[in-house]
């Protein structure tokens, strides 16, 4: 269920945990999928057997894009904005890839509001946000500043 917070409140959120996502599945076939539509084909990422005889992980692991495609996806799931007219993914500052993540995990994202700037119409969200995979360690897979305009 996601938490729904006044445009107006979020200032005052600044610096805190705003929310959390819920968790999602990136399967084998999601990957396969991803490499398709971008035409990232890397063995690591679709070669079951490669992986098997000559990876470090194992077995396929998901494209690093495709765990950052999903950030929308999760704030969305995660958070309402009530007085939002309209929402705009404007950029990311700072992404890294900090452990890899095998096919068949499910992942969250837990989102710290950095800041909050006025913009014309509305708001620039800065968001802190960490991937974290279900029951694999503390270590992220992703962390990203990812920045969102939310108009009134």
């Given amino acids: 269920m996601p938490r729904t917070i006044a445009l107006a409140e979020l200032p005052r959120l600044v610096g805190s945990e705003v929310a959390l996502s819920g968790w999602f599945e990136v399967g084998q076939e999601r990957i396969a999928a991803f490499a398709e539509a971008t035409e990232d084909r890397q063995w690591i990422h679709v070669d079951r057997e ?5 990876s470090p992980f194992g077995a396929p692991v998901a494209h690093g894009f495709l765990t950052l495609s999903l950030l929308p ?3 969305e799931s995660a958070l309402v904005i009530e007085g939002m007219r309209m929402g705009l993914n404007y950029g990311l500052n700072r992404v890294r890839f900090p452990a890899p993540l095998p096919g068949g995990s499910r992942v969250r994202g837990r989102w ?3 800041a909050c700037d006025a913009i014309e119409g509305g708001v620039q969200l800065t968001w802190n946000v960490a991937v974290e995979p279900e029951g694999q360690g503390v270590k992220p897979v992703c962390v990203a500043e990812f920045l969102v305009r939310a108009y009134a």
């Fill in 112 to 114: 710290m509001l950095a």
């Fill in 73 to 75: 996806a999760m704030l």
């Fill in 50 to 54: 490669r992986c098997a005889r000559e």
